[in-house]
RNA sequence: GGUUGCGUAGUUCAAUGGAUAGAAUAGGAGUUUCCUAAACUCUAGAUCUAGGUUCGAUUCCUAGCGCGACCA
């Protein structure tokens, strides 16, 4: 059990016995003691202050007065400052704590016998990964970690959106202009050269409908458009003739029109053509679509093998687009689906304070919705989760929210288990990535980026000159991929967050490399002197200097449970660098080699080889490898 | 327009309703006979505005301002 579990406890116990009243363990609240007070955690009374109608400072002298005689063994002091009960652990429970934990596993929880099914990355096949995937990738997979040490057994998920106008969008671009053109006979990564024609086409398309806009927006409808988007062109292009209009809304109108005039090239025209021949399975445009598919998937491949990303399973968005029909029909029967008279089908959603919400059009198409209706079910048919967590952008909040909606209308057993993480956008310091600008923050140039930065830094400092090249190479991918990693996750997900280059590629200050240099730090601590021997330590009472980094070390359970709960791994960035910090701090004034004697040696070797555990388990747990030298 | 998220040092990020709002970075001043100076020690600097709830509010509520997202 943990420290602060067992203190509530206690606390818990004393109220009991003293004022025969039981607050519930969560209502007590417990923090670590600020450094220039006296004690190691604190009982914050003013809560009860009301209830039992005694003063914060009698409540708490008479609580320590009881903890100390009833719990001798664990707490052995208080002092009461102001209604905060400062309680001090004895010596011998940390030194006790240490001989148990310095194993490699430190911290790790024991399972707990549920499942969780962790989606993420979930790329779309016409474009590489860019930074904003990176954000997700890291995010899924760290959460999967902590919710494996948590004690989850985790499966790690994949839905790949490889069917539609976007890859048909490329599919077009490269028979137009392709020339035959493969990764293997213009040396391109396959997934870059199926984004290099996704763009010609938008260059094509742009240019095609450029002049369509400007006759719109002159007022003009040219005569070879369609019917339809000729009457929808005429409703904006009056309301453009309002001058009263804000900046704001004459640009939206313009979006509008722009929207027409692609809309209406023969470009677009001939890629709707394709997609519907991709669906009645048209054997050219199957082939020509897998062919450039398996480009994408050599080389998404490679990234996520760089980055380490892996999923146990991979869903197909062209497998299960399809899914979901079935179980509206289904709903449609057990009332929770009603059918409008021009036949499409809606649920009402208007209880839960939203609207009502398109399930299935009137041609009895589907919509994104009714997709991920059918592969929610499909997933628990393959793995029976309680959990089931979708990394996904915050613009996607409302739709998850509804997919929740309508998981548990339809009884489905997991739906009080979906959590959608949503994580905020990353931006640049110039403002937000615009493909259309060309300012999107390629993953694999990224990433190279990172790993030279290291290198050259590292050669700066000269410190690597016994390194073989392959270690060479090892510790700069280490250390590249470490930096980058650590600065995505150490923001809080939900939160939108600025990608500063430069500042990403500093290996000081609260970054990946200052923890992994703190590790590197201690294995060399290690080789000097060995393992400690623990039986050596015996006097308690060599410990009260050190307190504080072995009582980080207590909190790193604490610290898994709560990122677990929070699905959230800024947490245990932030745990990992306060305690990388706190021993740097502390053996950088107080040498090892210079201890009193050998006992106080000995301890110092202990702590340094739990913080060592420790440090690795929680970089673990980010997906960040540690060196063990640099 | 409706719904929703976010406003904290110059900058990037923290703070289950708790003590004097923490870090990092940039700025200023120091520390290399000693296990890794990619380090350490000082120093200066912030809660968008107006109300409310509370013993206590960055946190909760209401309104406003600013930025974003989604929906039509």
Redesign the pocket.
């Known amino acids: 059990m943990q420290i602060t579990d067992f203190i509530k406890l206690a606390a818990q116990k004393a109220f009991t016995a003293l004022y025969q009243t039981t607050p519930a363990v969560?209502d007590?609240?417990?923090?670590e003691?600020?450094p220039?007070?006296e004690?190691d955690y604190?009982i914050?009374?003013?809560?009860f202050?009301?209830q039992l109608g005694k003063s914060?400072d009698a409540l708490a002298t008479e609580l320590g007065d009881w903890l100390i005689k009833n719990e001798p063994a664990i707490i052995v002091g208080f002092n009461v400052?102001?209604?905060?009960l400062?309680l001090s652990i004895s010596n011998n429970y940390w030194l006790q704590f240490l001989r148990d934990n310095n194993h490699p596993d430190a911290g790790k929880q024991p399972s707990n016998g549920k499942k969780a099914m962790i989606e993420y990355s979930s790329p779309n096949t016409n474009k590489p990964l860019h930074l904003g995937h990176l954000r997700n990738n890291f995010l899924g997979w760290s959460v999967a970690e902590i919710y494996k040490a948590s004690g989850y057994e985790v499966i790690k998920t994949c839905v790949v959106n490889d069917r539609g106008v976007h890859i048909c969008k490329s599919m077009l671009a490269w028979k137009r202009f392709g020339n035959g053109a493969t990764p293997e006979n213009t040396n391109t990564k396959g997934d870059h050269l199926v984004g290099d024609y996704y763009v010609k086409f938008e260059n094509a398309l742009k240019a095609e409908a450029t002049p369509v806009l400007e006759q719109l927006m002159a007022g003009k409808i040219p005569a070879d458009i369609e019917e339809t988007l000729a009457i929808k062109a005429k409703v904006f292009i009056d309301k453009l003739n309002d001058t009263t209009l804000s900046a704001d809304k004459q640009n939206?109108i313009k979006e509008e029109l722009k929207e027409i005039a692609r809309n209406a090239s023969s470009l677009m025209q001939e890629v709707r053509s394709m997609l519907l021949k991709w669906e009645q399975g048209d054997a050219e445009t199957i082939a020509l679509w897998q062919m450039m598919n398996s480009w994408v998937y050599k080389g998404f491949d490679e990234t996520y093998q760089r980055i380490g990303s892996d999923f146990q399973i991979i869903y197909y968005e062209s497998d299960t687009y399809l899914l979901g029909k079935q179980l509206v029909e289904e709903g449609i029967a057990s009332g929770v689906f009603f059918r409008k008279e021009e036949g499409s089908v809606w649920i009402d959603l208007t209880a839960d304070?939203?609207?009502e919400k398109?399930v299935l059009r009137k041609d009895g198409t589907s919509v994104y919705i009714t997709q991920d209706i059918g592969l929610a079910r499909r997933k628990y048919e393959d793995f029976p989760m309680q959990e089931s967590i979708y990394v996904i952008?915050?613009?996607?909040?409302?739709?998850m929210k509804v997919l929740q909606l309508i998981c548990q209308r339809l009884a489905m057993p997991f739906a009080k288990g979906i959590h959608h993480l949503s994580y905020?956008?990353v931006?640049l310091?110039t403002g937000?990535m615009k493909s259309r600008e060309g300012t999107v923050v390629d993953a694999d140039d990224l990433c190279n980026e990172m790993e030279q930065v290291?290198a050259s830094?590292?050669e700066e400092?000269g410190?690597?000159k016994d390194f073989t090249p392959e270690e060479l190479k090892q510790?700069y991918h280490t250390?590249g991929m470490g930096a980058l990693k650590f600065y995505l996750l150490?923001?809080?997900p939900?939160?939108?967050?600025?990608?500063?280059p430069e500042?990403s590629i500093?290996?000081?200050?609260?970054?990946g490399?200052?923890v992994q240099?703190?590790?590197?730090?201690i294995?060399?601590?290690?080789?000097?002197?060995g393992a400690p021997d623990l039986q050596k330590i015996v006097d308690e009472n060599l410990l009260p200097l050190e307190k504080s980094l072995v009582v980080s070390l207590e909190q790193f359970g604490t610290v898994i449970n709560q990122s677990a709960f929070d699905m959230n791994p800024?947490?245990i960035a932030?745990y990992v660098?306060?305690l990388?910090?706190t021993f740097?701090?502390f053996?950088?004034?107080?040498?090892?080699?210079?201890a009193e004697n050998e006992e106080k040696k000995q301890l110092?070797l202990a702590i340094s080889q739990l913080t060592g555990y420790t440090i690795k388990n929680a970089m673990q747990l980010l997906g960040i490898s540690v060196?063990?030298?640099?």
């Open positions: 969560n007590i609240t417990l923090n003691t600020k220039e007070f004690g604190t914050v009374m003013f809560a202050v009301k914060p400052i102001k209604g905060f400062n939206e304070g939203l609207d398109l952008g915050d613009e996607q909040i409302y739709h905020g956008m931006d310091p937000r290291a830094k590292t400092l410190k690597v510790l250390l150490r923001v809080d939900k939160k939108r967050m600025v990608f500063n500042e500093d290996f000081h200050g609260f970054t490399p200052f240099y703190t590790y590197a730090r294995q060399s601590v290690l080789r000097k002197f800024s947490g932030l660098y306060d990388a910090k740097n701090s053996y950088t004034e107080h040498s090892i080699g210079n110092r060196p063990g030298r640099m």
